[in-house]
């Protein structure tokens, strides 16, 4: 199964920054694509951001498109979501998962524990 680990989130004042890491420890990135998501207090789920593997293209939510940047580092099988300009309507539990294919929300394997991302205004 595929096990991803988020980490990174924090407390961040609204215009600031933060970059959020996603590891997969037993399995590589290879096969999928790698989606981030969020999910808010009392919202459902919502796909952010997410990077196909073999391309390198990236998709943005239109929420975050401008401020957020998704990309790869293949040595370390990792993915980061680099948060800029962060806005009080941007906190939630983030979590990363591997999909078959960007768009999807439905992850290869389970959902992680997520990191928790607050922007105080």
């Known amino acids: 199964e595929v096990q991803l680990v988020e980490s990174g989130g924090g407390l961040v004042q609204a215009g600031g920054s933060l970059r959020l890491s996603c590891t997969a420890s037993?399995?590589?990135?290879?096969?999928?694509?790698i989606g981030w998501f969020r999910q808010a207090p009392g919202k459902e789920r919502e796909g952010v951001s997410c990077?196909?593997?073999?391309?390198?293209?990236?998709y943005h939510s239109d929420s975050v498109k401008g401020r957020f940047t998704i990309s790869s580092d293949n040595g370390k099988n990792t993915v980061y979501l680099q948060m800029n300009s962060l806005k009080p309507e941007d906190t939630a539990v983030y979590y990363c998962?591997?999909?078959?294919?960007?768009?999807?929300?439905?992850?290869?394997?389970?959902w992680g524990q997520g990191t928790q991302v607050t922007v105080f205004s």
């Open positions: 990077i196909t593997r073999s391309s390198g293209r990236q």
């Open positions: 998962a591997a999909v078959i294919v960007c768009g999807s929300v439905y992850p290869v394997g389970s």
């Open positions: 037993e399995v590589t990135f290879d096969n999928w694509a």
